[in-house]
């Protein structure tokens, strides 16, 4: 365990004994990433905030059953991938149905944005069309960077599991953005 | 797939997906977020969880109505002690809260008497055997599991269950468990099993109801 996973795991420790604190940290440090994992998932700004709530509260909860077998952000994303499965589960629609933010920010009079904004769109669409297991697995290893392990991890799968989600996800994708030898 | 058009495939997507503007919450989602989750946290019970209960504790609850059901049975029956495999099966809707004993069948009345002490008399349904003829399956279920567990799964397809009120966040997705949902906890002896119905089904007669073993979500038995 290095010595960031080592404050964290502390820092979760407190949390379980009541500590608000402490788990107001582990908060901060990965708001943000479990938020856009939970967007790329669910493509529904709304849902990605209710789950990523939902994400913190179970893991507030459940504090007392980490055991440090992982790293503090690989649990949480645990967490926040279970709870997308559930809603995707409980919400059986097509994903994407609500535009990303950022296509509203972008300057609608400049052409270069405009198409870069729609190629955008074709990606995001792509990836939203994924089944879930292998979205999330090119999420994690292609989007936040995460290794297999870690992936491994993060989705309670085995890491040849991974390779072969990341590699047909891959694929879909390639297939979907126009790749015809993909 | 040659290797070489593999990397470049690989590449590529990457490369589209890099494309992407990052995503992050504006301040106002992220203090209304922070907000609701202390606001969630401090209305419920006391956090964090408690430690989970003892099987003992959890047991004795399930002994207690045990005593009570068995009777029961025995009025409806008229078939106590016919000297079947004890089984004691106890569905709850989370652990550690109230446990309902939904199946029971005894031919005496022991071990409902007095267990506040600890010194809880074993019922029969730990000594896990693999005799009985059974052909083992792969994951090495006892019969006596397996049987229990069908027993189990027929009392919950008559409704004999509390619904899950908590999402289960601890089984990731597996491919036994596509197109599969958590819907109630059954406790076997001292040990709980989730159990699964497909997605979107209501339990019926005719539910396949899969049983996990939560602590390494192996699939332990399809009834």
Redesign the interface.
């Known amino acids: 365990m290095t010595t960031s996973h080592q404050e964290e795991f502390a820092l979760l420790a407190r949390?379980?004994?009541?500590d608000?604190d402490a788990f107001?940290r582990v908060?901060k440090t990965h708001?943000?990433r479990i938020?856009?994992v939970c967007?790329?998932m669910l493509a529904d700004r709304e849902a990605a905030?209710d789950v990523?709530?939902?994400t913190?509260?179970?893991a507030?909860?459940?504090?007392?059953q980490f055991k440090g077998n992982s790293a503090v952000g690989t649990w949480l994303y645990?967490?926040a991938?279970?709870?997308c499965?559930?809603h995707l589960?409980r919400n059986?629609r097509k994903p994407a149905d609500s535009l990303?933010e950022?296509f509203d920010q972008a300057d609608p009079f400049a052409t270069e944005a405009v198409e870069?904004s729609a190629?955008?769109k074709e990606?995001?669409e792509a990836?939203a069309s994924l089944p879930?297991?292998y979205r999330?697995a090119?999420i994690l290893a292609?989007?936040e960077g995460m290794s297999l392990p870690e992936v491994a991890q993060a989705?309670?799968?085995p890491v040849g599991t991974v390779k072969s989600r990341l590699?047909r996800g891959?694929?879909m994708?390639?297939e979907r953005?126009g790749?015809p030898?993909? | 797939?040659r290797s070489h058009?593999?990397e470049e495939?690989?590449a590529?997507?990457?490369e589209?997906?890099?494309?992407?503007?990052?995503?992050?919450?504006s301040e106002t989602?992220?203090s209304?977020?922070?907000r609701?989750?202390?606001s969630?946290?401090r209305s419920?019970a006391p956090?964090?969880?408690p430690?989970p209960v003892p099987w003992r504790h959890r047991l004795v609850g399930a002994v207690a109505v045990l005593a009570v059901v068995v009777g029961g049975v025995a009025m409806l029956d008229g078939a106590s002690g016919d000297g079947d495999a004890d089984a004691l099966f106890a569905l709850s809707a989370d652990e550690g809260s109230a446990t309902t004993v939904v199946a029971a069948e005894d031919g005496d009345d022991r071990s409902t008497e007095d267990f506040r002490g600890g010194a809880v008399e074993q019922p029969e349904t730990h000594q896990y055997s693999n005799g009985g003829g059974q052909e083992a399956d792969p994951i090495s279920i006892p019969p006596d599991l397996t049987a229990m567990l069908r027993r189990s799964a027929e009392n919950l397809r008559t409704g004999g269950f509390t619904p899950l009120t908590a999402?289960?966040?601890?089984?990731?997705?597996?491919d036994e468990l596509?197109g599969l949902?958590p819907f109630a906890t059954v406790t076997v002896g001292d040990t709980d099993y989730q159990a699964w119905k497909p997605?979107?089904e209501e339990v019926g007669p005719d539910t396949t109801i899969t049983f996990v073993d939560p602590g390494t979500?192996e699939v332990v038995a399809s009834e």
Request: proline fraction near 5%; aromatic fraction near 6%.
């Open positions: 949390a379980a004994e009541g608000h107001t908060m708001e943000d938020f856009a967007m790329r905030l990523t709530q939902e913190f509260i179970t507030f909860r459940k504090a007392h645990r967490i991938v279970n709870n499965y559930d589960r059986k990303p950022h870069a190629h955008r990606i995001e990836l879930k297991e999330a090119v292609d989007m989705l309670g799968v590699f891959r694929r994708l390639a953005l790749e030898n993909g | 797939m058009d593999r495939m690989e590529r997507v990457r589209a997906l890099g494309s992407l503007d990052p995503i992050s919450m989602e992220r209304d977020l922070r609701a989750v202390w969630e946290i419920a956090a964090p969880e430690a999402p289960l966040v601890d089984c990731p997705a597996r596509e949902t997605d979107g979500c």
